[in-house]
């Protein structure tokens, strides 16, 4: 299996997930309702080294619920081949709380630039900044 993601051209996602908690099952649409999550945008040249300590911090349980970055085929795919995007998820956008706190662990690895924050069921929507005259993200921080 692929791990990394500027490399990676059989899988469009890479997860990751707290220890113990590999074998997610997908949720049904209304247990989605309040998750969302961080969308860290990154250049090629440094996605390796980024998406890996977010990963490592993702499996510690020092992140939210889950991560997963885009891999090499799937910005290929969208025509973006400098860009990747991590998805950084909580379990609760209304808890402000964990979800800035989850947001402060992210700077603490070096994610310094705003990022927006997304309610994961805009996306199960197809709803996309560059598909909606509308803000869409919860929060940019």
């Known amino acids: 299996m692929c791990q990394i993601p500027s490399k990676c ?7 990751s997930y707290p220890q113990g908690n590999h074998d997610k099952e997908v949720e049904p ?5 309040k998750v969302g ?5 990154i250049d090629r040249n440094n996605i390796d080294r980024i998406w890996s300590d977010i990963k490592k911090a ?4 020092t ?3 889950e991560a ?9 795919a969208f025509g973006n081949k400098k860009e990747h995007v991590i998805c950084v998820y909580t379990k609760n956008l209304e808890d402000k709380d964990d979800v800035m706190r989850v947001r402060n662990q992210l700077r603490k690895l070096g994610i310094n630039h ?19 005259q509308t803000k869409i993200s919860v929060y940019y921080d």
């Open 68 to 76: 997963k970055v885009s891999s090499k085929k799937q910005t290929d």
């Open 114 to 132: 705003k990022i927006p924050y997304k309610r994961d069921l805009d996306t199960v929507l197809g709803k996309y900044v560059r598909t909606t």
């Open 37 to 41: 999550k961080w969308l860290v945008f």
């Open 29 to 33: 649409l209304e247990d989605i309702s």
């Open 58 to 61: 993702t499996e510690k349980g």
């Open 63 to 65: 992140l939210g619920i």
């Open 9 to 15: 051209i059989h899988n469009s996602w890479i997860y």
